[in-house]
């Protein structure tokens, strides 16, 4: 069964630091994958996902993502850090068409 | 477009008691899904509905149950509500299923004392 897993529950940056949120993947076959983020008391918005084609995938509010089929990862990052972008950031795989596995998040701090 | 909208947006009920939330899918997309996100937690999926039939049902027990209208609005209902059932209800909506993503609402947070 697909599923994924993020390292790592709470990570703090400075502000302009680089953004590494982990998230690898369990599956023969290479699946389709999301970033959510979710900021307090809110929902939960699409940052970027990866259907087929590019590996590198580019999102909103400059984060980026990689897929690696030989270490079945898909890293979520940003270059620079921003306050804003404090935040919970759910990694998610579609086993089947009709939901989203989401892993357990991870809490971005960004400190001044 | 509109995106998808929920209401109430908080909720107290007491144990034992029934409840039912609302959502409003997003222009054009006919597939809607409810999840269950309790507190630390990622989102945990109740079930989907598609052209108003059910097409898929995660690990929750008969009392959650829904509907979907033919506007595809969609209601999610719990009866006998318990303690745990205390948590943040998202509905999701899409037009091409989970391979492509959802947009989610901003939820409604359900207490339950």
């Known amino acids: 069964a697909q599923s994924v897993t993020q390292l790592g529950s709470h990570v703090s940056v400075s502000e302009g630091a680089l953004v590494l949120l982990r998230c690898n993947y369990s599956?023969?076959?290479?699946?389709?994958l999301f970033w959510y983020v979710q900021y307090p008391n809110q929902g939960l918005q699409l940052l970027l996902k990866?259907?087929?084609?590019?590996?590198l995938v580019k999102g909103i509010n400059g984060f980026e993502a990689e897929f690696k089929k030989s270490e079945t990862s898909f890293h979520l990052t940003k270059p620079s850090a921003h306050m804003s972008d404090a935040a919970e950031y759910f990694c998610?795989?579609?086993?089947?068409?009709?939901?989203?596995?989401f892993g357990t998040g991870t809490r971005l701090q960004v400190f001044p | 477009e509109t995106g998808v909208t929920q209401s109430p947006t908080h909720l107290i009920k007491t144990r034992g008691q029934q409840v039912t939330l609302r959502c409003s899918s997003q222009s054009g997309h006919n597939t809607v899904s409810w999840y269950q996100q309790a507190l630390g937690q990622g989102p945990q999926f109740i079930f989907q509905y598609y052209r108003e039939e059910e097409n898929g049902r995660g690990n929750f027990p008969p009392r959650f149950s829904g509907l979907q209208f033919p506007n595809y609005s969609s209601e999610l209902n719990v009866n006998a509500l318990e303690l745990d059932d205390s948590a943040l209800y998202l509905c999701a909506s899409s037009s091409r299923g989970a391979n492509y993503g959802y947009t989610f609402g901003s939820g409604t947070r359900l207490t339950v004392v």
């Open positions: 998610a795989v579609p086993p089947h068409t009709d939901k989203l596995i």
């Open positions: 599956s023969s076959v290479p699946p389709y």
């Open positions: 990866y259907t087929t084609g590019a590996t």
